[in-house]
Every structure is written in C-alpha cells, then in structure tokens.
C-alpha cells in the first residue's frame, strides 16, 4: 500500500462501493467549506487580532481539522502523498534521491496550528493564510482522485480496518495534534468517518448491529474525558479499539469479502495491531525475496558467531552482540578491531527486523545491506563476505550446510552454494528471526491489562500520552517506522550531549544523518530506536551518554539538549519541559522495564512464517 487509483471505470465496483465513494467526495467538499471558513477567520486577524479573534479562528481551525479526520481513512489509503502533505508532522522534508539541496518546508494544517496556537499577530495571521489556501488546494487535488478512484469492498474493509490501527498509533498519542492536542475528539471524528463509509453495506443483522455497538463503544471512551493527559489509552485499546477492529473483521467476513492480496508489515489478515501475529519481517526485506527457511535461519546463526568473516579473523558479529545482554555489548560506544571504539553505541538486533533502515543514520535499507557494510567496515570487522565464501569451502561441514540451505546450479553444487550472497542472506534471515513481541506490555495491550502493576499502567498511558514518548516510538513496535503502513523511519534532532550534563551541555561531535545525506536538517539527526528490551541494553543513546534510564527521561523531561543549554535551530524535540512529576518519571521507567522480552531470541531456529497473501 499505497493503492493506485484507478481510472474511468464508473462501472466497476458495486452499488455500495460507488456510494461510499460519493460520501466521500462529499466529505472532501465538507472539508473544502470548513478551510474556507477558517480562511475568512483568519483573515480577520491579520487585520485585527483580538482574543475574540483568536479564539474564533482556532475553532475554525478545529472545525477543518475535523473535517480532515472524517476523509481520512479512504484519503490515506488512496491518496497517501497528498493526505501526508495536508497534515503531516511539521517539519522540513528532505528528499534523499535528489542530493543536499533537496529540502522542502513543512506544510499542512500541522504548521497552521503552530501558527494559530502560538503568538498570533498580523504576520502569523499572514503565513497562516497562506499555507490554509496551500491546504485548500491539496483539498481540490484530493477530490479529483477520489472522484476517479474506484473502489472495491475488500480494500474499503481494509482501508476501516488500517484507520483504527492509525487512530490507536498514532491519533490518541498526539502525533498530528501536537500543540492543540485536539487527539481526542479527531479520534472520535476518525472513527465516525469510518462507520459513515461503510454505512452503505448496513443491514438488520445481528452482525451488523454488534459493529455499530462496536464503534458506539469507542466513540463514547472517546468522549468520556476531555484531559488528554488524562486518557487511559490502555483501557481504551483493550476495551474498544481492538473489540472494533474485531467486529470490523467479523462484519467483512460475514459479508463475503476477502482482504486485499498483497504482503505488508502489518499483515493484512491480522485484526489488530496488538495481535502476536500482526507483523511480517519479510514485508521489510528487500523486493522479491523469499522468506527463508529454519536451514537458512540456522546457518545465518552459525555465521553470526564466527570470526572469519572479519578480516584478521579476530571478531564475530557476536562479539559486540551479546545475546545475554539483547544483542548489545554494555559499551557506551563499540570496541573497534584496533581496540580503539567506534563512533556508536551498539544497538539491540531484537526485532532489528521489523522496521525500515539500519544504523544510527539510516544509512542502509536492508539488514543485507547492514551485513555487507558491517563486515566491510574497516573500524569493524574490515573483511569481505565474499573472501570469507572462499575460505569456507574448505569447512566440509559449512559446504554441506550452505549446500542444504540454498539451491543452486551449474558447477559444483556445493562448492557455489557457498557464497557471498548467500552469506548475507543467511545472516539477514537470522536477524529477521529475532523477534521478541510477548512482553507483559504486549500482553495488557492483548487484553490482559493485569499483568501491568498501576505503576506500570501509569507509565503505558504517560509513555502514550503526556510525556508523548509515542509521537517517535510509535506503538506497538515502539520503534521509529511509522505506523499503520510501516513504510518509512524518522530521525530525529534530539540535542544529545557528549557528556552527561545537565548545565552548559555541550552537543555530541557526531553529526549523524547528515554524514549520510548532507542536508542541513539532518545535521545532528539519528535514527529513532526501539525502546524494547532497554532494560538489558544500557547505555544509552548513539554515543551511550547516559548510563541509566532515569537519566534518559530526565533529558527528555528538560525539553531534550535546549533544556541542559545546547541550542540547535534544528531540534525536533520539542523544547518545552515535559512536566513530568518525579513519581511520572518512574512510572515511565517502570512500563519501558515491563517491555522487555527475549524468548523469541533465545528460542530454536525457525522460518519465519509465511503471509498467506502474495
């Protein structure tokens, strides 16, 4: 996913399909008239700004956003580029394949409400007006696809079921309502806009009604708190979000219609984002390739731990990966092969698999690619995987692993079976096999909330919410790739400190993504990691600065390096203090300790299984 529209087909698709359709061309143009409003509000003040004025263009600005939510789930999954573009995160977007220069300002209804929600004057008023009339023509090109797009019952099914995933990921952390923190009632809004969609295949069965009761569930947890600090997001996952999904996936079933035949990270025929099942690390591999077998898996593990693929034959890949410690070393920054350290910490591999990009600065896609690099890397292991292929032919029992483990042809069958490529395979498989999803967190958010002690629940719905700890470790992975369609991974400008001060900090050297891509906002940008498992996998940070986790939320708590006097004009982290009590503070520590799960490391060699859809 994305879906490509389809064109000039009116045709095709059924009755209902066409009218779901037509609701939502009408609620795009319900979305056009609230932009316009909000238009003439702020219009006013840019000619006089008043209280009155101000609080009358914010309601304005609710109202459109609202609207916004109602299209949402058709918009993003048919329109994905143009819907990003209307509310994406407010920041500059740079373009990797098009060189340093490359940068785009931010855009969208996120960079209207820091606008309207910050000091309004005459010039605020001013750029404000002029990225709403942007948004309103995204509006108009939006409605053109849609009125074009043809649309089938299973991916409308699908489309309901990926914007509950949307809402709980990403709507009721504070993702695209981050100054408003508007989540709520645009939850609500959301969730109303689906059951509008798929009102066209309403009837008076018993299966339909328990939908409707379904969403009228969600809808009231929804509204029964204002605070978004205070929204039990816990409860309302277990107790509504996922029931609805459920019942979403009952309905379609019960009306005949399959899921859409294609591979993706969260698995088309999962119901819910919490599902021990829900994620496919093959849908992360690299195009075309074929999920491996548990010989593939076993010899990938073989080679993890042997010290030929280095070039002086003196580390492994688990020499800085220490399975007992999460796949991490307890260094603040790698060791070297010349005993020197690295530039960077040593990350977990424990669901390394499920996202998108590898290292610190997402400088590769792929976990082949990481493994090539890595055993190139002459700080590292300096070697080659193909000189190592050459070096274990002469291992009788490598070639008649290597020749189990992967078909081959022409030549010696063995003998060709051992190979660069199939060395990076195989460590890749291994690596996608480490997957740990069974913690006691996952388990309350199954629908087992008491295995989380109040501590730790406090700290679930913080972590979710007030200390918008999700907005960049995104729920369920609690990793930087963005839900629900998992198709790309943030970097983040965090402030980080070379020492662990808290006064007259002075930033860390390493210049991060932007060693990768020059452009001048990736300077000092990292990639954001999984908080699974950070229990086993002190210190922190991509330099290991901080040597606790208390001192990691106390950073974040201070507004990140502007709070410990580091000012970089780029700093994605809010700088603001979180607010953050000292009892809080625990509470988060406590719930990212209940995240920790190794079982799926430590367990036999397995494939990974296979997504019934291709």
């Not at 591999?349 to 190139?376: H, K, M, P």
Request: hydrophobic share 40%; charged share 25%.
């Amino acid at each position: 996913m994305p879906v490509a529209a389809v064109n000039d087909s009116e045709s095709a698709g059924t009755t209902v399909t066409t009218a779901a359709r037509t609701r939502w061309v009408a609620r795009i143009d319900s979305l056009g008239v609230e932009l316009d409003r909000l238009d003439s509000a702020v219009q006013s003040l840019e000619v006089s700004t008043t209280a009155d004025g101000t609080a009358k263009a914010r309601d304005r600005f609710l109202a459109a956003r609202l609207a916004f939510k109602r299209v949402e789930a058709l918009s993003a999954y048919y329109e994905p580029s143009t819907t990003r573009a209307m509310n994406g995160p407010a920041l500059p977007r740079v373009d990797d394949e098009e060189g340093p220069e490359a940068v785009f300002l931010p855009e969208g209804l996120q960079v209207v409400e820091e606008m309207l929600y910050g000091d309004v004057d005459a010039a605020a008023a001013r750029d404000a007006l002029g990225e709403i009339r942007n948004v309103r023509n995204l509006v108009t090109r939006l409605r053109t696809a849609a009125a074009r797009q043809v649309i089938t019952e299973d991916r409308l099914w699908d489309a309901a079921k990926v914007e509950v995933a949307r809402v709980v990921s990403l709507g009721i952390t504070g993702f695209d309502s981050p100054v408003a923190l508007h989540s709520l009632p645009e939850a609500r809004a959301a969730l109303q806009g689906v059951l509008e969609m798929l009102t066209p295949f309403a009837d008076s069965s018993v299966r339909w009604q328990g939908l409707e009761r379904a969403f009228g569930v969600a809808d009231s947890v929804l509204a029964a708190e204002a605070d978004f600090d205070r929204f039990d997001r816990l409860d309302f996952i277990v107790t509504a979000a996922n029931p609805l999904s459920r019942a979403l996936v009952d309905t379609r079933s019960s009306l005949g219609f399959s899921v859409p035949q294609e591979r993706r990270a969260f698995r088309v025929e999962a119901v819910t984002l919490f599902d021990s099942g829900a994620f496919d690390a093959q849908a992360f591999a690299p195009p075309g390739a074929e999920a491996p077998t548990a010989a593939q898996v076993d010899l990938g593990k073989r080679l993890f731990s042997d010290k030929r693929l280095s070039g002086d034959d003196g580390m492994s890949c688990a020499t800085c990966h220490d399975a007992s410690r999460a796949y991490t070393d307890a260094r603040p920054r790698s060791m070297a092969r010349s005993r020197h350290v690295t530039m960077r910490n040593t990350p977990t591999l424990i669901n390394s698999g499920l996202q998108v990009g590898s290292f610190y600065d997402l400088r590769t896609t792929y976990l082949e690619d990481q493994v090539t690099a890595v055993v190139s890397n002459a700080e590292e292991m300096h070697g080659s995987v193909d000189r190592t292929a050459e070096r274990l032919r002469s291992d009788a029992t490598y070639r008649a692993q290597f020749a189990g483990a992967y078909a081959t042809s022409g030549g010696s069958a063995v003998d060709s079976a051992v190979s660069g490529r199939n060395i990076r395979l195989a460590v890749a498989a291994y690596l996608r096999s480490l997957q740990g999803l069974h913690s006691r967190a996952d388990r309350a958010l199954r629908g087992e909330p008491g295995v989380l002690d109040p501590e730790e629940r406090l700290g679930l719905n913080l972590f979710m919410g007030k200390a918008k700890c999700a907005t960049c470790h995104f729920a369920p992975l609690f990793n930087g790739t963005v839900p629900p369609t998992y198709q790309e991974s943030e970097v983040e400008v965090l402030g980080v400190p070379a020492t662990a001060a808290v006064r007259g900090a002075r930033i860390d050297t390493d210049s991060g993504r932007f060693r990768v891509t020059r452009a001048a906002p990736h300077l000092y940008a990292f990639k954001t990691p999984t908080v699974r498992n950070v229990e086993l996998t002190a210190p922190y940070m991509h330099n290991g600065v901080y040597r606790t986790l208390e001192e990691v939320v106390d950073f974040y708590n201070r507004g990140g390096g502007a709070g410990i006097g580091i000012s970089l004009p780029n700093q994605t982290l809010p700088a603001d203090s979180l607010g953050l009590s000292r009892a809080e503070q625990r509470a988060l520590v406590r719930f990212m300790r209940a995240l920790t799960d190794t079982s799926g490391a430590s367990a036999p060699s397995r494939a990974l299984p296979q997504s019934r859809s291709r």
